[in-house]
């Protein structure tokens, strides 16, 4: 369903030493953080923020993530976190993460799913929130 050009963001990273375990290289769960680091940049980017969204009324917790590890990052290591938006029919945002070091290799990539519920009742919304609806007008991600 993805239409016209993929909506995609990087982010440097520089691992910090309170993200590292005793053997010196990131913790697996911290690569979760870099990739809401990369959805916060995303959404900055692109105007569709935690707080664009809570604007309109609405959360989006995660229900899903995945994550698949390649090579260690240390210490001091400067990493790109890329962040693509999966355009669906769905109410739901999409990412895809590809984590790369300096040199470009990838170290991890992942996924993760967010619904959008109502900030007021706490139910999940079953259609296209008119807002993204309009923010995926914009974006040339659905035909108007």
Request: proline share 3%; charged share 20%.
């Amino acid at each position: 369903m993805q239409m016209g050009i993929p909506l995609k963001t990087t982010h440097t990273i520089r691992v910090r030493f309170n993200e590292t375990d005793a053997l010196g290289i990131v913790w697996h769960g911290n690569y979760i953080k870099y990739f809401e680091d990369g959805r916060e940049a995303f959404g900055r980017e692109f105007n569709i923020s935690y707080l664009d969204i809570k604007k309109q009324g609405y959360a989006t917790p995660i229900v899903s993530t995945e994550t698949n590890h390649k090579l260690p990052l240390q210490f001091g290591d400067i990493a790109f976190v890329e962040t693509t938006f999966v355009n669906h029919r769905a109410a739901k945002l999409v990412f895809k993460y590809s984590i790369k070091n300096e040199n470009g290799s990838v170290v991890c990539t992942g996924e993760t799913t967010q619904v959008f519920t109502n900030l007021k009742t706490g139910e999940m919304s079953f259609t296209l929130p008119e807002f993204f609806k309009n923010w995926k007008l914009k974006h040339k991600l659905i035909n108007a």
